[in-house]
């Protein structure tokens, strides 16, 4: 539910004038709900909502969508004239110097950046600075509450053993069978899921060999292809509980199907091993020092160990991303490859951490945790205890 004086209190703490909320036709998804607007209410026409640091906030609405905000304080002007609007969001900011909105110089984060170049010229000509609105973002769209909390913790108990019965499985098969399918154990863990009251807004991924060196591997049909013993196999699976609000746990873990491990896959597992566990040293020494820290000194900690190894540029993707109601959620990512994510690790979020080193070819293994900051700033990593070797299927199961 939004929350007026909790954002005043955030602008305030920033050192900012306001925030200027801007959608149109649902570009911007951030606005939307942080508002508070339904995913089914679709406006046809530009709305403006600014929240100043101090004082009651006020609306800009179309005509013939006048009451389009009406569940949220604040007085309404209205426009039908384009000459209108422009004067009315020059009246919106009026006497503010630095305004937040969904924007980043350069689009360098596009997670963020929402509002369309021509709005951000309107806004500046009013003779305002536009700053990115990215933490306050998080604040409002990234941060759990204790319910959410909660419902992690409790999804990330079952996303752990699906890893149990999809080994337990492979293992099995392969002894009475010979092999088993990428889509077997597909579905599998989806059964697990359905058992334990989890959803998912993707099937998870069961990689075999060369499969597991593709970090975006689909398990479907046109790619199934059969697990035997010998093979490597990389397992990612995320899923969230089904009830409202409830928010995703996403790990991976990898096996090989035999009873001793090859020393290269065991080797390339213990780097990506240390970078991940690099990566969460760096979290938790910032929480315990009181240190600001954003989300690519996170990425730059798991890449270093990766890079003094010599495996640079097999690691092609950031360190991990934000989870919230979606997997990918609205929060900082740990990342310095894709963008330079210079929104602050904060508490009440939760994110992935999961380097990786991919050997086209040959095999790929990815180690992912999730590390969740509660409101007391301790630092967790959920579910299971990170994995430490590369699982030898035939002699644990």
């Known amino acids: 539910m939004f929350n007026l004086s909790a954002v005043q209190h955030s602008l305030q703490e920033l050192g900012l004038d306001g925030w200027l909320l801007y959608d149109f036709r649902g570009l911007n998804v951030l606005a939307r709900r942080v508002v508070g607007l339904a995913p089914e209410q679709m406006l046809s ?15 800009l609405v179309h005509r013939i969508e006048s009451h389009a905000l009406d569940a949220l304080p604040g007085e309404a002007s209205i426009y039908l004239r384009w000459q209108e609007l422009e004067a009315g969001v020059a009246e919106l900011v009026q006497g503010s110097r630095r305004v937040a909105m969904e924007y980043v110089p350069r689009n360098a984060n596009p997670y963020v950046s929402r509002v369309d170049a021509g709005t951000v010229e309107l806004v500046r000509s009013c003779g305002v600075e536009v700053v990115p609105s990215g933490d306050l973002v998080q604040w409002f769209e ?48 989806l059964d697990h899921f359905e058992r334990h009251g989890l959803q998912t ?43 409202p609000r409830a928010v ?68 092609c993707h950031r360190t991990g991303h934000s989870i919230g109601q979606e997997t990918h959620g609205n929060g900082a990512n740990m990342d310095n490859l894709e963008t330079h994510e210079e929104r602050r690790v904060l508490p009440r979020t939760c994110f992935s951490i999961e380097p990786g080193i991919y050997l086209p070819g040959k095999f790929g293994v990815r180690s992912e945790v999730n590390v969740y900051i509660d409101d007391k700033r301790q630092v967790h990593v959920t579910g299971p205890e990170p994995q430490k070797h590369v699982v030898p299927l035939l002699k644990v199961y």
């Open 45 to 59: 026409r530009r709305w403006f909502y600014f929240i100043p640091a101090h004082g009651p906030a006020r609306k």
């Open 142 to 189: 990234a941060c759990w509450d204790e319910e959410q909390e909660a419902m992690h913790f409790e999804a990330a108990q079952h996303t752990a053993t699906a890893f149990e019965a999809a080994f337990r499985l492979i293992a099995e098969r392969v002894r009475s069978h010979g092999q088993i399918m990428e889509m077997e154990v597909q579905r599998c863990i």
């Open 201 to 243: 807004d993707h099937p998870p991924i069961c990689g075999r060999g060369p499969h597991s060196a593709d970090p975006h591997y689909e398990t479907c049909v046109a790619n199934d292809t059969p697990i035997r013993e010998g093979d490597f196999v990389l397992i990612d699976l995320w899923a969230k509980l089904k009830r």
């Open 248 to 315: 995703y746990s996403d790990l991976t873990w990898t096996c090989f199907v035999g009873k001793e491990v090859p020393a290269p896959c065991e080797e390339i597992f213990q780097i990506v091993a240390r970078a991940r566990d690099a990566a969460i040293t760096r979290v938790r020494e910032a929480y315990a020092r009181n240190e600001v820290l954003q989300g690519w000194q996170v990425d730059e900690a798991a890449r270093a160990v990766i890079d003094a190894a010599g495996h640079g540029p097999d690691f």
